[in-house]
C-alpha cells in the first residue's frame, strides 16, 4: 500500500513539473523568449504536443479546403441565370407583365389576413416618395382622407420602434412602397389559397 501510494505522488509531481514546463514553454514562446530544453520531459507529452499541432493543422487544412469549395460553388451559381417562374431570366426587362397596366380598382382589394397591408388599387407611376415629399400623404394622410374619400392611413403608422406615438408618419412607415403595392392585370402564377377575411 505505501509502494501504490509513493508510486501515485511520485507521477503526480512528474506530472505537475511537466505542466509546469509546458506552460513556461508556451508563456516564453509567446514572449518571443528560447523554449527551455526539455529533454527530461516525458515522452508522452511530447507526443501529445505533437498531435495537437497536427490536429490544428489538420483543422486549417479542412477549413481552407472547405472555404475553396463554398468560393467555387458560388461562382458557379452566380454564372447561372435564375429564372422566374414565367420562364425567363429575372432581370429580362423585356417581360410583358412589367409593362402592364397598373389597375384601378374602385374600393379597393380585399386582404387575406389581419394586418395585411392593403394593396394600392390605382397606378402610382407619377407618385414620388422620396426624403422631402411622400405623394400617398396627399390624400391618405389625417388631414387630407375626407376631401379625397380615400382611406385614412391606419394608427400603427404613428408609432415608432420604441412603441412611442408621433406627430407625424413615424419613419419606418414613411416609405409606402416598402409593404404596399400596386398589382398588375397579370395572371397569378401560382394559386392564392388564403380565403379573404
Not at 394559386?191 to 377575411?197: A, K, T
Request: glycine residues 8%; proline residues 7%; aromatic residues 6%.
Amino acid at each position: 500500500m505505501t509502494t501504490a501510494v509513493g508510486w501515485m505522488s511520485a507521477a503526480k509531481s512528474t506530472h505537475s513539473r511537466w505542466t509546469a514546463l509546458r506552460l513556461s514553454t508556451l508563456r516564453d514562446g509567446i514572449r518571443g523568449t528560447a523554449a527551455p530544453d526539455t529533454a527530461g520531459a516525458p515522452q508522452h507529452g511530447r507526443a501529445q504536443d505533437q498531435r495537437r499541432e497536427g490536429g490544428a493543422m489538420n483543422r486549417s487544412i479542412t477549413a481552407a479546403l472547405l472555404g475553396a469549395v463554398a468560393l467555387a460553388a458560388s461562382t458557379l451559381c452566380a454564372a447561372e441565370e435564375v429564372s422566374s417562374l414565367r420562364g425567363h431570366a429575372v432581370t429580362d426587362d423585356s417581360d410583358a407583365v412589367l409593362n402592364k397596366q397598373t389597375l384601378s380598382v374602385p374600393g379597393g382589394f380585399d386582404v387575406a389576413w389581419e394586418e395585411q397591408p392593403p394593396m394600392i388599387p390605382h397606378p402610382i407611376d407619377n407618385y414620388s416618395i422620396d426624403l422631402r415629399q411622400n405623394g400617398c400623404l396627399k390624400c391618405h394622410s389625417p388631414a387630407t382622407f375626407e376631401a379625397n374619400n380615400a382611406p385614412v392611413i391606419a394608427d400603427s403608422h404613428f408609432f415608432d420602434r420604441d412603441g412611442k406615438r408621433t406627430e407625424k408618419v413615424a419613419p419606418r412607415r414613411y416609405f409606402c412602397t416598402q409593404c404596399h403595392a400596386p398589382q398588375a392585370g397579370a395572371m397569378p402564377l401560382v394559386e392564392n389559397i388564403l380565403p379573404s377575411r
